[in-house]
């Protein structure tokens, strides 16, 4: 999901995904389009990720729909 164009940010360490995390962070910041989010959050889930911050724009209904029920299980 990152690190596509860049290894590391600030000098900060980006990782393509959860799954490219050594360990399970309290807290993931990204930003994607959004169609992108519904997929990474489950992903983030799957991963252990206990909070993720989203920055995006034009959620279709469906996409916050399915983003909400994530979030609730």
């Known amino acids: 999901m990152c690190c596509i164009r860049a290894c ?4 900060v360490r980006a990782h393509r995904g959860p ?19 519904p997929d990474l959050a489950e992903d983030c889930g799957r ?10 724009s034009g959620l279709t209904a469906e996409q916050g729909a399915r983003l909400r029920a994530f979030c609730h299980r």
């Open 8 to 11: 590391t940010v600030e000098g």
């Open 19 to 37: 799954d490219d995390l050594p360990e399970a962070p309290d807290l993931v910041t990204v930003a994607v389009p959004a169609a992108a989010v």
């Open 47 to 56: 991963a252990g990720v206990r909070a993720l911050l989203v920055v995006t």
